[in-house]
């Protein structure tokens, strides 16, 4: 009987300490993990890279829907952070905004008035993701934060010389355009040049899957959002819930012929207020000689 006994409150203290674990668990993905922002470094290296681009430095951030966990304060923690690195350019790959956002007037300046904030010695761009497209505030919004809006067209950055880099951008797919009817601008471009043409080329999505349908892919670099990276990731499992357009690509880097894929996992939440094993954070990467 007493053996009894001490088998069932052994079994009592397991049962509230896994419980006490998981409520744990459960108030770390709520009210901790969302609100904790790492940098997650990348140096990329290049043949023949010349002089005047060595060290280039682009600062990647997305997915921030910002409305939902993301608020005034933490906008101007990261704009510290990204002024930190001293990047060269910085570019946004979509969801800037969420979809349950209650826009206003005076917010929308507000957003604006820290992306503006946003120091790069070389350029600012952005794209939409598809929560932005509820919102007509968007494109001012972007424009008045002295981003370049980026949807379904091009640039080319210059720095200290002759050769340039050359950045291109296609709108959320939920616009229902093909990404090579948002990408035929840019391509025409690429095509003019015989040779002596952009010694490298980016371009920004915002859902990664979006690159199987690509019917020519000239791109060293790609760059995307969308994925969260699961949001929450299990250990030895991975990511758990995974949006239409990064079903296939969802993780942090693919080679896909030739082009390095990169995938930011977020600075917000979607959905769910809820984080798990997967810190919010934004991407720096260095153009490096090989």
């Known amino acids: 009987m007493v053996k009894n006994k001490e088998k069932h409150f052994s079994f009592l203290k397991l049962f509230l300490f896994l419980i006490l674990i998981i409520g744990l668990t459960i108030a770390y993905g709520f009210f901790i993990e969302p609100k904790l922002i790492t940098v997650k470094e990348q140096k990329i290296t290049i043949n023949n890279w ?8 682009i ?3 997305s997915d921030i829907h910002y409305g939902r966990m993301f608020n005034e ?9 990204i002024n ?5 350019i910085v570019v946004l790959t979509g969801d800037l905004i969420d979809k349950d956002t209650n826009m206003t007037t005076n917010m929308a300046n507000k957003i604006s008035e820290f992306l503006n904030k946003i120091e790069a010695t070389s350029g600012k761009y952005a794209i939409n993701g598809n929560n932005d497209l509820k919102f007509d505030e968007w494109t001012n919004i972007i424009t008045n934060g002295g981003f370049k809006d980026l949807n379904n067209t091009y640039d080319t950055i210059y720095k200290d010389g002759y050769s340039n ?4 951008g296609a709108s959320t797919i939920k616009d229902k355009l093909s990404i090579n009817d948002k ?3 840019s391509i025409d471009y690429l095509n003019s040049f015989e040779k002596d043409g952009p010694i490298y080329k980016i371009l920004l999505l ?18 995307a959002g969308h994925s969260h990276a699961g949001q929450v990731r299990l250990p030895f499992i991975g990511a758990i819930i995974l949006p239409d357009g990064a079903k296939k690509y969802y993780d942090s880097h693919y080679k896909i012929e030739n082009s390095d894929l990169y995938i930011s996992n977020g600075l917000g939440v979607s959905n769910y207020n809820f984080r798990l094993f997967n810190t919010p954070s934004y991407n720096v990467y260095r153009l490096v000689e090989k």
């Open 73 to 81: 304060e933490s906008l101007k923690k990261l704009v510290n952070s």
């Open 84 to 88: 930190e690195q001293k990047p060269d």
């Open 59 to 61: 600062v990647h951030i």
């Open 183 to 185: 990408l035929k601008t």
């Open 206 to 223: 915002h859902e990664p899957d979006v690159i199987d349908d690509m019917s020519v892919n000239p791109f060293d670099l790609i760059l």
């Open 50 to 57: 010349p002089d005047n681009f060595n060290g280039f430095k």
């Open 165 to 168: 880099i050359f950045i291109a």
